[in-house]
């Protein structure tokens, strides 16, 4: 009998979770220093993967990420730093042939009075068009997974006047699949985009000896989100450390925080 039950489940439950066929070639950010009343002109490069024609509608959003993984897409105009409004799009929906690359393109109009300095975006959706489908002409419901890209536009306007600001809300590690992970929560509370580097420098407590330096990935940092700097620090001992963790942007600003760092053997 309950066989037969898990029989009837799956019966009613196929799953084709088929990935998107369309790929964007040029990058998801997007940035541009930019003056008041001026034009500036970009694309998006993408290519149909698949053997098969592919629909895909391209619209704006506004984008908010945090540390704790949460990402927000909202209606364009929703966040008071967006520049939705400034970007226009050559086409809302297009059609690619089986492998075939083409180029969507915009035009971004800033204001002639922009109202203070820093940066200011939004995101274009670039997102494949899947129909909902009978799984091979039998019951239940073919579901397919559709893979959206969100290409940010950022534009920083007077940015000589305006400087990210870096806060560190967050130390702790964490072991996963083995390994000694540090993770650091910085949010940049500046009005300015930035790309940051986390470094840990740790030392002996008893002697002062550099033990050594250890550094996580550059990530992008847009005003008034968080996110998450992980170093693995599988290589220190199990002990109580000296350290100090500076974060420094691609421009040299740099912002540290002294730490007392205890490696677990756990």
Known sequence: MIKRIFFFLFFILQFDLSQASIVVLNGLTHNYKVENGQVYKGKIAIENTDNIPQNVKIFLQDFMYQADGSINYSAPNTNIKTNADWIKLNTNMITLKAREKTEIYYEITVPNKVSQPGSYWSVIIVEPVEDIKPFDNKDGVNITSVIRYAVQVITDYDSEKAKPNLKFEGVKIDKEEGRQILKITIANTGELYCKPTAVIEIYNRKNGHKIGNFSS??????????????????????????????????????????????????
Not at 242 to 252: G, K, L
């Open 217 to 266: 990935q550059a990530m992008g940092l847009l005003p008034t989100t968080s996110k998450s700097f992980q170093i693995d620090i599988s290589k220190i001992p199990p002990d109580k450390y000296n350290s100090v963790i500076i974060a420094t942007d691609e421009d040299e600003n740099a912002f540290a925080l002294n730490v007392e760092l205890e490696v677990k053997n756990d």
